[in-house]
């Protein structure tokens, strides 16, 4: 939630995108992983509990660390 669109946003640089797509590039990496990893952990004879527990806390956390990017690229 922080190094991922730290890394877009240096790549989006040096590949001289325009300021819509870094600001895309950023957003789109800064966002929390999706809840279809807790389907396919489960499906896979895996332990979900901990899968979930990353997401949950991902997505908490991401409730902070996504506006300030969006205010960091805007």
Do not use: D, H
């Not at 325009?18 to 896979?44: D, G, H, K, N």
């Amino acid at each position: 939630l922080l190094v991922l669109p730290a890394l877009a946003f240096a790549f989006a640089r040096m590949a001289m995108l325009s300021p819509l797509e870094t600001r895309i590039a950023v957003l789109m990496a800064a966002v929390p992983t999706a809840t279809s990893a807790y389907i396919l952990a489960v499906q896979m004879n895996g332990t979900g509990a901990p899968v979930a527990l990353l997401i949950t806390s991902g997505t908490l956390l991401a409730t902070l660390t996504l506006p300030l990017w969006l205010a960091g690229v805007s």
